[in-house]
T-cell receptor, first 117, second 117 residues
Framework: AQSVTQLDSHVSVSEGTPVLLRCNYSSSYSPSLFWYVQHPNKGLQLLLKYTSAATLVKGINGFEAEFKKSETSFHLTKPSAHMSDAAEYFCVVSSSAQAGGYNKLIFGAGTRLAAHP | EAQVTQNPRYLITVTGKKLTVTCSQNMNHEYMSWYRQDPGLGLRQIYYSMNVEVTDKGDVPEGYKVSRKEKRNFPLILESPSPNQTSLYFC????????????????FGPGTRLTVL
Protein backbone atom coordinates (compact mmCIF):
# COMPACT_ATOMS: atom_id res chain seq x y z
CA ALA A 1 0.00 0.00 0.00
CA GLN A 2 1.11 3.53 -0.64
CA SER A 3 1.46 6.00 2.19
CA VAL A 4 2.95 9.36 3.05
CA THR A 5 4.49 10.46 6.33
CA GLN A 6 5.21 14.08 7.14
CA LEU A 7 7.71 13.98 9.92
CA ASP A 8 6.84 17.28 11.58
CA SER A 9 3.35 18.49 12.38
CA HIS A 10 4.61 22.02 13.16
CA VAL A 11 7.69 23.91 12.01
CA SER A 12 8.58 27.41 13.16
CA VAL A 13 11.24 29.52 11.45
CA SER A 14 12.50 33.05 11.58
CA GLU A 15 11.97 35.21 8.52
CA GLY A 16 15.01 34.99 6.26
CA THR A 17 16.14 31.56 7.48
CA PRO A 18 15.88 28.30 5.50
CA VAL A 19 12.78 26.15 5.50
CA LEU A 20 12.83 22.34 5.56
CA LEU A 21 9.62 20.33 5.58
CA ARG A 22 10.22 16.61 5.63
CA CYS A 23 8.27 13.94 3.80
CA ASN A 24 8.78 10.21 3.41
CA TYR A 25 6.68 8.03 1.19
CA SER A 26 6.03 4.36 0.70
CA SER A 27 5.27 3.03 -2.75
CA SER A 28 5.92 -0.19 -4.60
CA TYR A 29 5.78 1.61 -7.91
CA SER A 30 7.32 4.72 -9.39
CA PRO A 31 5.28 7.40 -7.71
CA SER A 32 4.12 10.83 -8.72
CA LEU A 33 4.74 13.16 -5.80
CA PHE A 34 3.36 16.60 -5.06
CA TRP A 35 3.53 19.35 -2.50
CA TYR A 36 0.39 21.40 -1.97
CA VAL A 37 0.02 24.51 0.19
CA GLN A 38 -3.10 25.64 2.00
CA HIS A 39 -3.24 29.19 3.31
CA PRO A 40 -5.74 29.93 6.10
CA ASN A 41 -9.33 29.68 4.89
CA LYS A 42 -8.20 28.95 1.35
CA GLY A 43 -8.21 25.97 -0.95
CA LEU A 44 -5.16 23.94 -1.90
CA GLN A 45 -2.60 25.20 -4.37
CA LEU A 46 0.03 23.11 -6.11
CA LEU A 47 3.58 24.12 -5.17
CA LEU A 48 5.45 21.56 -7.27
CA LYS A 49 5.30 18.04 -8.62
CA TYR A 50 7.63 15.16 -9.43
CA THR A 51 6.64 12.76 -12.22
CA SER A 52 9.82 10.77 -12.99
CA ALA A 53 11.70 13.54 -14.77
CA ALA A 54 14.40 15.59 -13.00
CA THR A 55 14.85 14.61 -9.35
CA LEU A 56 15.25 18.22 -8.23
CA VAL A 57 11.96 19.95 -8.78
CA LYS A 58 11.47 23.70 -8.63
CA GLY A 59 8.12 25.13 -7.71
CA ILE A 60 6.44 28.45 -7.14
CA ASN A 61 7.43 31.06 -4.56
CA GLY A 62 11.03 29.84 -4.36
CA PHE A 63 10.25 26.35 -3.09
CA GLU A 64 11.94 23.23 -4.36
CA ALA A 65 11.99 19.54 -3.49
CA GLU A 66 14.35 16.69 -4.20
CA PHE A 67 13.19 13.18 -4.95
CA LYS A 68 15.53 10.64 -3.33
CA LYS A 69 14.49 7.12 -4.20
CA SER A 70 17.11 5.45 -1.97
CA GLU A 71 15.75 7.35 1.03
CA THR A 72 12.10 7.33 -0.13
CA SER A 73 12.02 11.03 0.65
CA PHE A 74 10.65 14.15 -1.00
CA HIS A 75 11.60 16.99 1.35
CA LEU A 76 10.48 20.54 0.62
CA THR A 77 12.95 23.38 1.03
CA LYS A 78 13.21 27.12 0.60
CA PRO A 79 16.42 29.11 1.12
CA SER A 80 14.82 32.06 2.88
CA ALA A 81 11.45 32.09 4.61
CA HIS A 82 8.99 34.93 4.23
CA MET A 83 6.12 35.82 6.50
CA SER A 84 3.71 35.03 3.67
CA ASP A 85 4.92 31.40 3.67
CA ALA A 86 2.95 30.73 6.86
CA ALA A 87 0.47 28.03 5.85
CA GLU A 88 -0.14 24.31 6.00
CA TYR A 89 1.82 22.14 3.59
CA PHE A 90 0.81 18.72 2.36
CA CYS A 91 3.05 16.08 0.84
CA VAL A 92 1.04 13.92 -1.53
CA VAL A 93 1.63 10.73 -3.48
CA SER A 94 -0.53 9.82 -6.44
CA SER A 95 -1.72 6.25 -6.53
CA SER A 96 -0.97 4.38 -9.71
CA ALA A 97 -3.17 2.00 -11.64
CA GLN A 98 -0.79 -0.82 -10.74
CA ALA A 99 -1.32 -0.11 -7.07
CA GLY A 100 -5.05 -0.39 -7.47
CA GLY A 101 -5.91 3.27 -7.69
CA TYR A 102 -6.51 5.81 -10.41
CA ASN A 103 -5.20 9.29 -9.96
CA LYS A 104 -6.02 9.04 -6.27
CA LEU A 105 -4.09 11.45 -4.10
CA ILE A 106 -2.84 10.10 -0.78
CA PHE A 107 -2.18 12.98 1.58
CA GLY A 108 0.20 13.29 4.46
CA ALA A 109 -1.24 14.70 7.67
CA GLY A 110 0.22 18.13 6.94
CA THR A 111 2.90 20.40 8.38
CA ARG A 112 1.95 23.79 9.70
CA LEU A 113 4.66 26.33 8.98
CA ALA A 114 4.91 29.42 11.14
CA ALA A 115 7.24 32.27 10.16
CA HIS A 116 8.07 34.95 12.70
CA PRO A 117 10.07 38.16 12.46
CA GLU B 1 -10.65 31.95 -15.52
CA ALA B 2 -9.99 28.23 -15.09
CA GLN B 3 -11.46 27.16 -11.78
CA VAL B 4 -13.36 24.70 -9.64
CA THR B 5 -16.33 26.17 -7.83
CA GLN B 6 -18.23 24.77 -4.88
CA ASN B 7 -21.50 25.82 -3.29
CA PRO B 8 -22.30 26.51 -0.61
CA ARG B 9 -19.05 27.59 1.02
CA TYR B 10 -20.51 27.28 4.51
CA LEU B 11 -23.42 25.18 5.69
CA ILE B 12 -24.88 24.44 9.10
CA THR B 13 -27.56 21.77 9.16
CA VAL B 14 -29.20 19.26 11.46
CA THR B 15 -28.92 15.49 11.62
CA GLY B 16 -30.93 13.70 8.97
CA LYS B 17 -31.71 16.64 6.71
CA LYS B 18 -30.61 15.78 3.17
CA LEU B 19 -28.17 18.16 1.54
CA THR B 20 -26.21 18.56 -1.68
CA VAL B 21 -22.89 20.29 -2.19
CA THR B 22 -22.36 21.26 -5.79
CA CYS B 23 -19.05 21.20 -7.64
CA SER B 24 -18.39 22.53 -11.11
CA GLN B 25 -15.25 22.89 -13.22
CA ASN B 26 -14.75 24.80 -16.45
CA MET B 27 -11.53 23.10 -17.63
CA ASN B 28 -13.14 20.17 -19.48
CA HIS B 29 -11.44 17.77 -17.07
CA GLU B 30 -12.43 14.13 -17.19
CA TYR B 31 -11.45 13.28 -13.63
CA MET B 32 -13.20 14.72 -10.58
CA SER B 33 -13.01 13.82 -6.94
CA TRP B 34 -14.32 14.70 -3.47
CA TYR B 35 -12.18 14.85 -0.35
CA ARG B 36 -12.84 15.63 3.27
CA GLN B 37 -10.28 17.33 5.49
CA ASP B 38 -10.12 16.66 9.19
CA PRO B 39 -7.47 17.91 11.65
CA GLY B 40 -4.42 15.67 11.80
CA LEU B 41 -5.68 13.42 9.01
CA GLY B 42 -4.88 15.43 5.91
CA LEU B 43 -7.38 14.95 3.09
CA ARG B 44 -9.14 11.68 2.48
CA GLN B 45 -10.89 10.73 -0.73
CA ILE B 46 -14.64 10.14 -0.58
CA TYR B 47 -15.58 9.38 -4.19
CA TYR B 48 -14.08 9.95 -7.58
CA SER B 49 -15.22 9.93 -11.18
CA MET B 50 -13.11 9.07 -14.20
CA ASN B 51 -15.68 10.39 -16.63
CA VAL B 52 -19.40 10.96 -17.17
CA GLU B 53 -21.49 8.19 -15.62
CA VAL B 54 -18.35 6.55 -14.16
CA THR B 55 -17.94 6.88 -10.40
CA ASP B 56 -16.19 4.84 -7.74
CA LYS B 57 -15.63 4.79 -4.00
CA GLY B 58 -12.62 6.34 -2.36
CA ASP B 59 -11.37 5.65 1.14
CA VAL B 60 -14.30 7.02 3.16
CA PRO B 61 -17.50 6.68 1.06
CA GLU B 62 -19.93 5.71 3.82
CA GLY B 63 -22.80 8.15 4.17
CA TYR B 64 -22.16 9.88 0.83
CA LYS B 65 -23.46 9.64 -2.71
CA VAL B 66 -22.29 11.23 -5.94
CA SER B 67 -23.43 11.50 -9.52
CA ARG B 68 -21.75 12.52 -12.77
CA LYS B 69 -24.39 13.25 -15.36
CA GLU B 70 -22.40 16.00 -17.02
CA LYS B 71 -18.67 16.38 -17.43
CA ARG B 72 -18.45 19.68 -15.63
CA ASN B 73 -20.55 18.85 -12.53
CA PHE B 74 -19.95 16.40 -9.69
CA PRO B 75 -22.35 16.97 -6.78
CA LEU B 76 -21.84 15.40 -3.36
CA ILE B 77 -25.03 14.21 -1.66
CA LEU B 78 -25.53 13.48 2.01
CA GLU B 79 -28.86 11.66 2.26
CA SER B 80 -28.97 11.65 6.06
CA PRO B 81 -26.13 13.72 7.50
CA SER B 82 -24.70 12.87 10.90
CA PRO B 83 -22.42 14.87 13.23
CA ASN B 84 -19.39 12.77 12.24
CA GLN B 85 -19.71 14.24 8.75
CA THR B 86 -18.89 17.67 10.11
CA SER B 87 -15.79 18.52 8.10
CA LEU B 88 -14.22 20.66 5.41
CA TYR B 89 -14.96 19.30 1.95
CA PHE B 90 -12.96 19.84 -1.22
CA CYS B 91 -13.81 19.05 -4.80
CA UNK B 92 -10.96 18.58 -7.27
CA UNK B 93 -10.56 17.98 -10.98
CA UNK B 94 -7.78 16.81 -13.26
CA UNK B 95 -6.99 15.70 -16.77
CA UNK B 96 -5.75 12.43 -15.28
CA UNK B 97 -2.73 10.73 -16.75
CA UNK B 98 0.22 12.78 -17.95
CA UNK B 99 2.09 12.02 -21.16
CA UNK B 100 5.07 10.55 -19.27
CA UNK B 101 2.85 8.13 -17.39
CA UNK B 102 2.68 10.16 -14.23
CA UNK B 103 -0.39 11.96 -12.97
CA UNK B 104 -1.33 15.51 -13.65
CA UNK B 105 -2.03 17.86 -10.81
CA UNK B 106 -5.48 18.14 -9.37
CA UNK B 107 -7.12 21.55 -9.15
CA PHE B 108 -9.05 22.17 -5.96
CA GLY B 109 -12.14 24.17 -5.22
CA PRO B 110 -12.24 26.66 -2.32
CA GLY B 111 -13.82 24.20 0.09
CA THR B 112 -17.18 23.81 1.82
CA ARG B 113 -17.26 23.91 5.60
CA LEU B 114 -20.12 21.71 6.79
CA THR B 115 -21.40 21.51 10.34
CA VAL B 116 -24.00 18.89 11.25
CA LEU B 117 -25.70 19.47 14.60
Amino acid sequence: AQSVTQLDSHVSVSEGTPVLLRCNYSSSYSPSLFWYVQHPNKGLQLLLKYTSAATLVKGINGFEAEFKKSETSFHLTKPSAHMSDAAEYFCVVSSSAQAGGYNKLIFGAGTRLAAHP
Amino acid sequence: EAQVTQNPRYLITVTGKKLTVTCSQNMNHEYMSWYRQDPGLGLRQIYYSMNVEVTDKGDVPEGYKVSRKEKRNFPLILESPSPNQTSLYFCASSTGLALNGGYNEQFFGPGTRLTVL
